[in-house]
């Protein structure tokens, strides 16, 4: 029987993954752009300004409703 390939962590279809992903994020981020309700929101500006631990600065903010 022969001997099954280790798995590689890196390579062309992890790189390739990686791309896709890059490119509609980027495709997203523009779409949300197009509205300034969500650009001038305080989540927006941390996401896209912050500097570190963005998930804690997320926590930080107050508590919204939906109203």
Same mark, same amino acid.
């Given at each position: 029987m022969p001997a099954?390939?280790?798995k590689?962590?890196?390579g062309d &279809?992890?790189?390739a993954f990686i791309e896709q992903r890059r490119s509609l994020l980027e495709k997203f981020m523009r779409e949300c752009g197009?509205?300034?309700y969500l650009i001038e929101s305080k989540e927006f &500006?941390?996401?896209t300004h912050t500097k570190g631990e963005v998930d804690k600065a997320l926590d930080d903010l107050p508590?919204?409703?939906p109203l």
């Amino acid at each position: 029987m022969p001997a099954i390939p280790e798995k590689s962590s890196v390579g062309d &279809k992890e790189d390739a993954f990686i791309e896709q992903r890059r490119s509609l994020l980027e495709k997203f981020m523009r779409e949300c752009g197009k509205y300034e309700y969500l650009i001038e929101s305080k989540e927006f &500006k941390i996401f896209t300004h912050t500097k570190g631990e963005v998930d804690k600065a997320l926590d930080d903010l107050p508590r919204q409703t939906p109203l």
